[in-house]
């Protein structure tokens, strides 16, 4: 389960990296229309949810480290 766990939040980081490039590339873009902006503040909106996500439990995981 671990793994799987792992494996969820490396891609949820990876894509909340890729949105974030994205979203750069259109900040530079002085014609992209608002519909677009939106959009993407949306979904980075959602990725940074996801981060958070994972920095708790990677927070949490390091305050209470399973015993085995």
Same mark, same amino acid.
């Given at each position: ?22 979203? &750069? ?22 990725? &940074? ?20």
């Amino acid at each position: 389960m671990s793994r799987l766990a792992d494996h969820v939040e490396e891609m949820q980081l990876s894509m909340a990296a890729e949105l974030q490039e994205q979203a &750069l590339q259109m900040l530079d873009d002085k014609h992209v229309e608002a519909e677009r902006l939106r959009l993407v503040v949306g979904e980075l909106s959602g990725a &940074l949810q996801d981060v958070v996500r994972v920095a708790t439990s990677r927070g949490h995981r390091m305050l209470h480290p399973t015993q085995t």
